[in-house]
């Protein structure tokens, strides 16, 4: 008897645009093989070969076994520290809040 496969999603998003490519994989799939089974990386060049992998915004390993209905998502690197965006941020008595919250004012 045939397992029924897991639908599952990839994705990476840049300023720009956002891709999501949904497939079906059998059970069993790692968030790696997710991946590679998507094409993502030809689609997207810029995407790191280390690239953190996530679950609904949780880091998971590449090994990570998918359930159905996960939604894989491949992270770019930060372009600075959180932490010092936070600082720097301090000293000019702002915010990391959205614009037109109460974080910017």
Known sequence: ???PGLRVAVVWAERERQILIELEVPP???A???VTLSGIR???PAIARD???GVFGRLVPPGHRLEDGDRVELYRPLPQDPKVT???LARQGRTMGRPGGHGDQ
């Open 1 to 3: 008897m045939n397992s």
């Open 28 to 30: 069993g799939t790692t």
């Open 32 to 34: 790696a093989a997710a």
């Open 42 to 44: 030809e689609r997207c």
């Open 51 to 53: 690239a953190p992998l």
């Open 86 to 88: 936070r600082r720097q």
